[in-house]
DNA sequence: ACTCCCCCCTGTTAGC
DNA sequence: TGCTAACAGGGGGGAG
């Protein structure tokens, strides 16, 4: 599942293919894979054609491009991006024009210098693109998508701050499991890194955030940046490919995680046997010993 | 205003 | 063997 590593992985990769090339033409090959885009398939299409892009950034688990105008368009228009989100299962894939296009591609975008196209692929569809303008959040931190000023920076970027997550996560009435999937509070982690960090900090994922001692949520915090850079390194090893393609399930990660998808299997720590448990209609691992 | 939970989707797997 | 049901889970949006 693409959490902050995977999607930080495919920016990446992006960036080192497309950056700098202009859109020939987009098609849209699913509607669902814009639903969010208001000008609609054919809207989103025309929109993009003629863009350069410019630049990849990223906030937690969203992904945009700067978009640069065809040159008939005013320099003064608001700045625009391509958002997007992978979703459960959303790549970016670099390929030849030639190549086949494979059952999931949802939106194909060709360029002008007949080089490779960009295809996003998404079997399960939760991912979508959007044609958006930037701006400027309250805090006049740093320019994102309108559509997401509402997340929260993630934990690698410089906007972070770790005062402010701290007092926010004390005026919480809610688990800290809860609270660290919250992309509003704290972005770029999901259900994988989240008992995986719970389980470096040695805090029980039903823990009530006001109740937390300030020197856990800085072990907590320590802990989910050292999980999310350590698999970033490791995921960040496939960027010479041709394509880059994200597939959390056979990441690169997988071998190193102490918690997630370990029941039964021993403790790393204490060799006490990984406990699953239900948690929002999904689930939640955790050593019974080391995570009282 | 804040918290919580359902639902969107499809391929794989477990169970009867 | 063949079917159904559970599961994977990010996040929007509505209910409470």
């Not at 993009?48 to 065809?70: D, H, I, N, Q």
């Not at 040695?202 to 050292?226: G, M, N, Q």
């Amino acid at each position: 599942m693409p959490e902050l590593p995977e999607v930080e992985t495919v920016r990446a990769g992006v960036e080192k293919h497309v950056v700098g090339r202009t859109v020939a033409t987009a098609a849209v090959l699913n509607p669902r894979a814009v639903r969010r885009d208001l000008a609609g398939p054919d809207g989103f299409a025309a929109a993009m054609a003629g863009r350069t892009f410019l630049r990849a950034e990223r906030r937690g688990k969203y992904l945009w491009f700067t978009l640069g105008c065809p040159p008939d368009v005013g320099s003064d228009a608001p700045t625009e991006a391509l958002l997007a989100h992978l979703g459960m299962s959303g790549q970016m894939l670099v390929l030849p024009p030639e190549t086949p296009l494979s059952p999931h591609v949802r939106a194909r975008f060709t360029f002008t210098d007949g080089g490779p196209d960009l295809r996003f692929t998404d079997q399960r569809t939760f991912g979508h693109l959007m044609l958006v303008e930037m701006c400027l959040p309250d805090d006049l931190s740093r320019a994102v998508p309108e559509p997401i000023v509402h997340i929260a920076p993630d934990p690698l970027e410089d906007a972070f701050d770790p005062k402010v997550f701290t007092e926010r996560l004390l005026g919480k009435k809610t688990q800290v499991k809860r609270a660290l999937l919250d992309q509003s509070l704290i972005s770029g982690i999901g259900n994988i890194y989240a008992d995986e960090a719970l389980w470096r900090a040695k805090l029980h994922w039903a823990r009530p955030t006001d109740t937390l001692k300030r020197s856990e949520i800085s072990r907590l915090l320590d802990a989910v940046c050292d999980v999310l850079t350590e698999a970033l390194k490791a995921g960040g090893t496939s960027f010479d490919a041709l394509y880059v393609n994200v597939n959390g399930e056979s990441g690169y990660f997988d071998r190193s995680l102490n918690a997630y998808g370990r029941e039964g299997e021993p403790c790393g720590r204490c060799a006490t046997l990984i406990r699953r448990e239900s948690f929002m209609n999904r689930s939640s691992y955790s050593c019974p010993r080391c995570q009282k």
